[in-house]
């Protein structure tokens, strides 16, 4: 005797949770109010008010396409009555390859948050940078290095940029080299003393250089006669962002799909063939249907 059993409608999950749009930008400081009613079209108008900067959606408005990479991730601990605390400390550089960079640091258990944040300390912390062409073994004319000799002491760390002719290249620490890439400046010589293995004085070292230099103030005859720039010429030296992207700062991969340092193709990097498999053909089985 069989029964049969009804069967309903399959039974479907909960919806996919969707990340809530973000609340509308409403302007709380003066300087937002003029730029949020296009009173200020630029960044380089923004910083010429002298009002604080202190709303990251200013910079959001004014420099689209801002990038970021993160220098250092550390994590801190700081012990209690009741255990340890874990934090990490996140320091991260903003800018657009054309004039402009920020550097930013933040603390928070979770390091995607602080990453965020991070990013957001550095855009409020935005500087327009000169760039120039002050070498004298160079004398193409383009803003492509630094104007003058600058420096700059953080903790122990002392760090010396000085002009490059065009072709040398960025020859600098790989903390500074990020920081004066997103600047704009593709040429520079780097000279540095002190205890330099600390990634957060070297890259606030090399930053405060640059503030330095954007704190200059140069008559407008010398900049004619200098071929100095200050800020965007419009043209920029990175490459398009592309959103949901962000860069990782690491060694070479030998997982699946990878490739090996010595130039030999590593396990899971061979392309599959034309018929879609990544197997070779069967062998084919005895008579009977059975191996």
């Known amino acids: 005797m069989s029964s049969a059993i009804a069967q309903g409608p399959a039974r479907t999950g909960p919806p996919a949770a969707t990340a809530p749009a973000p609340p509308p930008w409403v302007p709380k400081t003066e300087l937002g109010r003029r730029v949020f009613a296009d009173e200020i079209t630029t960044m380089a108008q923004a910083l010429e008010t002298g009002l604080p900067l202190r709303e990251p959606q200013i910079v959001d408005k004014l420099v689209p396409g801002l990038h970021d990479e993160v220098l250092d991730v550390n994590m801190v601990q700081r012990m209690t009555d009741s255990g340890r605390r874990f934090k990490f400390a996140v320091t991260v550089v903003v800018g657009n390859g054309d004039g402009f960079v920020g550097l ?50 953080v903790g122990s760390v002392v760090v010396t940029l000085r002009p490059a002719p065009r072709g040398v290249g960025l020859a600098v620490g790989n903390v500074a080299k990020p920081i004066l890439r997103f600047a704009g400046i593709t040429d520079a010589w780097g000279f540095t003393d002190g205890h330099t293995k600390t990634t957060v004085n070297y890259a606030q070292a090399a930053y405060q250089a640059l503030v330095a230099l954007s704190q200059l103030k140069v008559p407008p005859e010398d900049m004619e006669r200098l071929k100095i720039v200050r800020g965007p010429v419009g043209t920029s030296i990175l490459p398009p962002k592309e959103e949901g992207v962000r860069p990782v700062r690491g060694g070479r991969g030998r997982g699946r799909g990878g490739g090996r340092p010595g130039g030999r193709p590593g396990f899971g990097s061979r392309p599959p063939p034309p018929g879609g498999t990544t197997t070779g053909p069967r062998r084919p089985g005895p008579p009977g249907g059975t191996r």
Do not use: N
């Open 104 to 153: 930013g640091r933040a603390k928070g258990r979770e390091v995607g948050p602080t990453i965020r944040r991070a990013i957001d300390r550095a855009k409020l912390e935005i500087v327009e940078v000169y760039r120039g062409d002050g070498s004298w073994e160079c004398g193409c004319g383009r803003p492509h290095s630094l104007p003058f000799q600058i420096h700059a002491r």
